[in-house]
């Protein structure tokens, strides 16, 4: 059975400033390449640290929403 708490990930690179925060705070979710942030994986379980990474980001460029 699909578990309730799968969220859609995605960095809207527009307004992401490359600080670099989602890597540091959610390695398995977040890595950056050549100054952006991607996310690993589109729809993944919602944690307490993609959770810190989203509210963590300086430019709220991190959009996730119920998958
Ligand atoms: S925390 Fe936000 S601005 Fe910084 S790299 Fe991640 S998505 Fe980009």
């Not at 919602?46 to 709220?60: M, R, Y």
Request: proline share 3%.
């Amino acid at each position: 059975m699909e578990s309730q708490n799968r969220v859609q990930v995605r960095v809207d690179h527009d307004v992401c400033v490359g600080s670099g925060t989602c890597a540091m705070v959610d390695p398995d979710h977040f890595e950056l390449v050549d100054g952006k942030a991607h996310a690993r994986r589109g729809a993944v379980e919602e944690t307490e640290e993609l959770a810190d990474a989203v509210l963590d980001c300086p430019v709220q460029a991190i959009l996730s929403a119920r998958a």
